[in-house]
């Protein structure tokens, strides 16, 4: 599809694999490097020796900076992006993007466009598998509306009975996993082919492998992997910003900065649709209400004995808690107010709101003021 676009427009495609402050880093396509190679032929010396490599990589990698015109018009430029580059210098790895085309899909957290699946990566043990936060993560991967693919790490640390139990417990949540051990070199392919010509962003909590995983998969990646912490039984987190890697088989997939809890910031209504056991009941049978939250209300057809239901209530209260405060937030009559209780532990509350101004200080400035005026009218 891109070679058509190109023939077509004769326009320089590519995509944006990092952003670095105002620069952006773009993957030229296929063609824009068979343009750039026939460039640097013509500039060739024809009686010169010809060079043992070629001088410019096929596909090039150029670092673009970003139009004023899209900047003015408040384009973002954001990883994943298909950008069209502009004025091209392939000795110098230097461009511009001038324009970005329309995007197929777009993540929030992490800031990533046109993403095909998320590879969800968790470890069996060395941290052991937590269920709740297992249960967590898929949520959060499942709001995107992206195809998610779960993979399970450091496999060789269980017995095949455990891998048994464990696969069954999930086939029941509604998912395949793939057992992999990037240390033994166990499935890693089968993975790989999950992977190809897709554009994958890896997520997970820190510690389980995600890093190791990429440098089996990349060898050019050489990304910096943790150990995972002794007194803790979590991972140190080594990724630091959002990058796109060009796998071997064709496709590309991303790290993200790993993180602990995904918020739930989700509609409450739309929670129960993120967890495929649920979404098979309502396949058979509606709710007496519309809008039934599945808690307590009278002829509830999802409400039942199905493993991740204390799941879902825990997740509903938190998503009911981050509308109730985005609520309070937008309206600025609101009595209440969200407080922290202590500094550095993250606990908070709602408590009243004081009246605007009617408990502030007077200033001394406004106290003359109003004594000068006192005595103007004694006088």
Known sequence: MTGEIFAATGQLLGTVVAVQANFYRVQMDQEAGEQSSREVEEKLDLNAPLP?????????????TRRTRLKKIGQQVMVGDRVVVEEPDWAGGRGAIAEVLPRQSELDRPAIANVNQILLVFAVADPPL??????????????????????????DLISQQEQQQVSARLLGWGYQPIFISVKDGINTE???RYLSNKITVIAGPSGVGKSSLINTL?????????????????????TRHIELFELPSGGLLADTPGFNQPDMDCIPEE??????????????????FSD???????????????ERYEHYLEFLDAAIAHQTQLHQQADPESTMKLKSKSKGK?????????????????SRKTQLQDLQELYRDEE
């Not at 001088?55 to 670092?63: D, G, H, I």
């Not at 929670?271 to 007496?288: G, T, V, W």
């Not at 993250?346 to 007077?362: A, C, D, T, V």
């Open 271 to 288: 929670l129960i649709h993120y967890f495929p056991e649920a979404r098979k009941r309502l396949a058979i049978a509606s709710c007496r």
């Open 190 to 192: 089968q993975a790989a």
């Open 52 to 64: 043992l490599c070629p001088t410019a990589p096929s596909p090039p990698l150029l670092l673009c």
């Open 346 to 362: 993250g606990q908070s509350q709602y408590e009243p709101k004081l009246e605007s101004k009617k408990y502030r200080r007077i």
């Open 130 to 155: 937590e269920p709740y936060q297992l249960s967590r993560f898929l949520i959060k991967a499942e709001s995107t509306g992206l195809d998610v693919l779960l993979c399970l790490n450091k496999s």
């Open 292 to 306: 039934c939250l599945h808690r307590d209300e009278p002829e509830c057809v999802v409400r039942g004995d199905w």
């Open 218 to 238: 990349i060898d050019s990646a050489k990304l910096r992997v943790g150990e995972v912490s002794g007194k803790l039984a979590r991972g140190r987190h080594t």
